[in-house]
């Protein structure tokens, strides 16, 4: 009955010397010459990883233009909101 117990704690203590060697020798940074980028694990429809976005990207000027129209609109509305509050207020 001793055995039961000893023998799996014994064999772990055993092998708990040995470990197989960590990746680059160690080293804490990756191996940039065997590094891939992480691949989706989920089901992509296009192919890659920000292909589920709800707007199109394909078309790299208009996405741009309207990227700016839309962060623009959001930073410049509460200024005009001031300005029409102070205009209507001064008549």
């Known amino acids: 009955m001793l055995s039961r117990i ?11 010397g040995h ?4 990746p680059n020798n160690g080293a804490t940074l990756p191996d940039m010459a065997k590094w891939k980028p992480q ?7 296009d192919g890659y990883a920000m292909s589920k976005v709800p707007f199109n990207v394909r ?3 208009l996405f741009m233009l309207k990227a ?13 909101v001031v300005e029409y509050q102070l205009r209507k207020a001064n008549q």
């Open 6 to 16: 000893f023998t799996p704690a014994l064999r772990s203590v055993r092998n708990a």
């Open 19 to 22: 470990h197989a060697p960590a």
């Open 39 to 45: 691949t989706p694990t989920s089901f992509i429809h």
């Open 59 to 61: 078309n790299h000027r």
């Open 68 to 80: 700016t129209l839309f962060l623009a609109v959001g930073f410049w509305a509460p200024f005009i």
